[in-house]
């Protein structure tokens, strides 16, 4: 069965970095483009960034072009999020998605504290 693992969150303060991974298994991940979400208290979870399968082509929100860097080790089944500058408003639980054939597949996320 799929399973999705992140890892890597924690306490960080204001402009510090953090990077976040997501191991995966039970489907072929190089076949899969993955993305990671977040949801801060009482908010939408939303899309933070996304890239292909391959690894060449990435997106971002608004919010994180330029501070946040989407990558994936295909060998080891992993997808990354190295966070720079973060803020506060960075705070929230992060997680990694994989859409499979029509179905979406979630971990159980990692909680990233933006604070003095």
């Known amino acids: 069965q799929v399973q999705l693992v992140e890892s890597g969150g924690g306490l960080v303060q204001p402009g510090g970095s953090l990077r976040l991974a997501c191991a995966a298994s039970?489907?072929?991940?190089?076949?899969?483009?993955m993305a990671w979400y977040r949801q801060a208290s009482g908010k939408q979870r939303e899309l933070v960034a996304t890239?292909?399968?391959?690894?060449?082509?990435?997106d971002y929100a608004d919010s994180v072009k330029g501070r946040f860097t989407i990558s994936r080790d295909n060998a080891k089944n992993t997808v990354y999020l190295q966070m720079n500058s973060l803020r506060p408003e960075d705070t929230a639980v992060y997680y990694c998605?994989?859409?499979?054939?029509?179905?979406?597949?979630w971990g159980q996320g990692t909680q990233v504290t933006v604070s003095s």
């Open positions: 998605n994989v859409s499979i054939l029509g179905t979406g597949y």
């Open positions: 890239i292909s399968s391959g690894g060449t082509i990435t």
């Open positions: 039970g489907y072929r991940f190089s076949r899969y483009a």
